[in-house]
Nanobody, 125 residues
Framework: QVRLVESGGGVVQAGGSLSLSCAAS????????MGWFRQGPGKGREFVAA????????NYADSVKGRCAISRKSSESTVNLQMYNLKPEDTAVYYC??????????????????WGQGTQVTVSS
């Protein structure tokens, strides 16, 4: 069972930047594609970004494309999400997830078997 712990959330003004980090407990971290999802107030959980097991391929939701960068560091078993030019509509709980599907940067939450507890991001206008 992979344990995922997110950190880095907080309150930021619109136009600001924030970096989220997710630490995985699993030694076989490289076997997993990793993703970030978010759930805003009164909304369902939606895809934000994903990265393949080897870090070569990435996918982003249209709503964050050009404002986010996902990366991973195998030596530390971490995956990061750097967010820029944040907007109030980015306010949500952000979740890190690990996929055991086939290592590719899948975008559907159905492919992710392991989830963190989430970290709150609030963007003030």
């Amino acid at each position: 069972q992979v344990r995922l712990v997110e950190s880095g959330g907080g309150v930021v003004q619109a136009g600001g930047s924030l970096s989220l980090s997710c630490a995985a407990s699993e030694r076989t971290f490289d076997a997993y594609a990793m993703g970030w999802f978010r759930q805003g107030p009164g909304k369902g959980r939606e895809f934000v970004a994903a990265i393949s097991w080897d870090g070569v391929d990435t996918n982003y939701a249209d709503s964050v494309k050009g404002r986010c960068a996902i990366s991973r560091k195998s030596s530390e078993s971490t995956v990061n999400l750097q967010m820029y030019n944040l907007k109030p509509e980015d306010t949500a709980v952000y979740y890190c997830a690990a996929s055991t599907f086939n290592g590719t940067a899948v975008t559907s939450k159905g492919f992710y078997a392991h989830w963190g507890q989430g970290t709150q991001v609030t963007v003030s206008s």
